[in-house]
C-alpha cells in the first residue's frame, strides 16, 4: 500500500520572488525588467514585493541579510580566539554562501559584471562585511597601541584576499575548489597579522639585537681577534 503525502511545501515568499526576479534578469536583462513584470512571473501582488525587497537590486543579493547575521552572531562568539583567525573564519562564511549555489553565483557575478548599478551595490554589500570585521577587531585591539587602525587594515586585508580569489572561482565558471583558494589567500593575511607573525617578528628583532662582547689585549694581532669573533659567534 503506497504511504500517502501530504502537499508539497511551499518555497518562503522571499525565495520565490528572489527566483521570478533573476530568471527575468537573465531572460530579459535587468534594466528591462521591471517590479510589475516580477510579480506578475512569481504570481503576487506589486506590495509582496516592496514587503520583502526594497529595490530590484536587492532581489539579486537575497541571501546576503542573513550571511551578515551569520557572520556578526559568529565574530560575536569568537572572543577566546586569535583576532586574525576569527576574522578569517568569519570570511569562509560568506565563501560557503557563494559556494553551496555554484551556478547562480557565477550567474550573479556575470550579470553583475553587465550592470554597473549591481557593482555598485556589490560593493557596498562587501563594505558592510568589511565594517563588521573592524567593529569587531576594534574592540579586540582597543588596548593596542594603533588598535583602530590595525582593525581597519587587517579587516581590508581579509576581504581583498577573500574577494581575489573569490572572483578568480567565479570568473572560471565555478571550476575548482574555491574554498582551498581563498583558505591559500587567507593564509597570507594570517601570515602578516597573525598571533604567529607577532612572534615571528619580535625573534626576529631579538636575533638582530644579539650583542657579544669580548676582552683582547691591545697588542694581539687582527687575525687573532678575528679568530676569536668567529669562536664566539659559532662560526667556522
Known sequence: ????????????????LAKAAFQLFLERGFEQTTV?????????????????FPSKEDAVFPDHESCLADMT??????DGVDPVDAVCDAARIVLRMYATN???SVQRYRLTQ???????YELSVVRRYERTMAGYLRGRYADAE???????????AVVAAHNNALRSWLRSGGDGDAEAAVDHALELVREGWGS???????????????????????????????????SALGQD
Open 73 to 78: 552572531a559568529f565574530l560575536e562568539a569568537a
Open 36 to 52: 510589475d513584470d516580477i510579480v506578475a512571473r512569481a504570481g503576487v501582488g506589486r506590495r509582496s514585493f516592496f514587503r520583502y
Open 1 to 16: 500500500m503506497t504511504e500517502a503525502r501530504g502537499p508539497a511545501k511551499k518555497a518562503p515568499m522571499r525565495e520565490v
Open 114 to 120: 553587465e550592470v554597473p548599478g549591481l557593482r555598485t
Open 102 to 104: 555554484p551556478e547562480f
Open 196 to 230: 604567529g607573525a607577532d612572534g615571528g617578528r619580535e625573534a626576529a628583532d631579538g636575533a638582530d639585537e644579539e650583542v657579544v662582547v669580548m676582552v683582547v689585549s691591545k697588542r694581539a694581532p687582527m687575525w687573532r681577534v678575528v679568530q676569536r669573533v668567529e
Open 146 to 156: 594603533d588598535g583602530s587602525l590595525r582593525a581597519e587594515v587587517i579587516a581590508a
